[in-house]
């Protein structure tokens, strides 16, 4: 069965620092991925799609890169921000209708 | 972005009665829309795809006589549970396609149901 998954440790980060999230998947040939974050009591917000023919995206302060043969994204938050503390959600389609399978997320938590 | 809003934000409920959760798309029409539930701690895990103006599709284990949907037009769907029970309690968000392009998709700001 196909799976995603996410470190389910909390990631404690000084401000200022790189934050590196991982996302591994088994039995899964994805077109591309997706990172989201999800805050308290909030739906998951959209941040970055990379598809598999790329390496890597960025945005801002975010980066993502898209490993198909070690099966593997890792997303970066660089100068992190305390803003930034939120749980970090990766995801993948199941088809080509939308329907996305999620991991369970890991949280970050940026200090001062 | 699209904005997709959610009604109520919260509800408390008794058991054995049915609540409806609404599911709005503000700024464009979405022919499809999904519904996921995600309880504490947990991923969110994918319940049902709702077609406007057909029957929804469920996925494997979900009741659909349990959780109604209904999306009558292109801007609404709504989700109905009947006859809640507290292990119904969860976090149901919904989400639809960007325009048609399921590259992407938004999510609303979910609904915290309660069932005592």
């Not at chain 1, 989201?36 to 990379?50: E, H, N, S």
């Not at chain 2, 699209?2 to 959760?21: D, E, F, L, N, Y």
């Not at chain 2, 009558?72 to 989400?95: G, K, Q, R």
Request: net charge positive; proline share 4%.
């Amino acid at each position: 069965s196909q799976k995603i998954e996410q470190n389910s440790e909390a990631l404690n980060i000084q401000e200022g620092k790189t934050a590196t999230l991982t996302c591994n998947y088994t039995n899964y040939s994805p077109a591309y991925l997706q990172w989201y974050r999800q805050d308290p009591g909030r739906g998951p917000v959209f941040l970055l799609l990379i598809r598999e023919n790329e390496k890597e995206k960025r945005k801002e302060r975010l980066k993502v890169t898209f490993d198909t043969t070690l099966k593997q994204s890792l997303f970066h938050i660089t100068a992190s921000q305390p803003a930034d503390s939120a749980t970090y959600l990766c995801a993948l389609p199941r088809d080509s209708w939308g329907k996305l399978q999620f991991g369970a997320g890991t949280q970050v938590v940026v200090t001062p | 972005g699209a904005v997709v809003s959610q009604h109520p934000s919260r509800v408390i409920c008794k058991s054995g009665t049915s609540v409806k959760i609404e599911c709005r798309s503000l700024d464009f029409q979405a022919t499809t829309m999904f519904w996921y539930r995600q309880f504490p701690k947990q991923s969110l895990m994918l319940m049902a795809t709702s077609n406007e103006g057909s029957k929804a599709t469920y996925e494997q284990g979900v009741e659909k006589d349990k959780f109604l949907i209904n999306h009558a037009s292109l801007t609404l769907s709504t989700l109905t549970v009947t006859s809640a029970h507290p292990e119904d309690s969860s976090f149901y968000i919904c989400s639809q396609d960007a325009s048609g392009n399921t590259d992407t998709q938004y999510f609303g700001p979910g609904t915290r149901l309660t069932v005592l």
